[in-house]
């Protein structure tokens, strides 16, 4: 079991920067894949982006070049830098962990976090 605390979101006006933080209770080595994800009303949960263990990455097609994803394995933390940000990108954004120990698969899901980009 792993706990995930997200922070950072809030409102902004487009154009604007964010920076989201997701702090698990064990080490992120432990982990094999961080995610991003975000909901907007009416819609379904969509991967915004991602970084496994090794630091691979990969981002939806519709934040690239905007977000970065990062971890600070010191810290047990990831980030989610989000810049540009378009009214578009308004979400709860909610941190998601992996975890594959033998054949089970574990999945966590943090609280979530609201991103609100006024245009």
């Known amino acids: 079991q792993v706990q995930l605390v997200e922070s950072g979101g809030g409102l902004v006006q487009a154009g604007n920067s964010l920076r989201l933080s997701c702090t698990a209770s064990?080490?992120?080595?432990?982990?094999?894949?961080i995610g991003w994800y975000r909901q907007a009303p009416g819609n379904e949960r969509e991967l915004v982006a991602a970084i496994s263990s090794g630091g691979g990455t990969n981002y939806a097609d519709s934040v690239k070049g905007r977000f970065t994803i990062s971890r600070d394995n010191a810290k047990n933390t990831v980030y989610l830098q989000m810049n540009s940000l378009k009214p578009e990108d308004t979400a709860v954004y909610y941190c998601?962990?992996?975890?594959?120990?033998?054949?089970?698969?574990?999945?966590?899901w943090g609280q979530g976090t609201q991103v609100t980009v006024s245009s």
């Open positions: 064990r080490s992120t080595f432990s982990i094999n894949a």
């Open positions: 998601n962990a992996r975890r594959v120990v033998g054949s089970t698969t574990y999945i966590n």
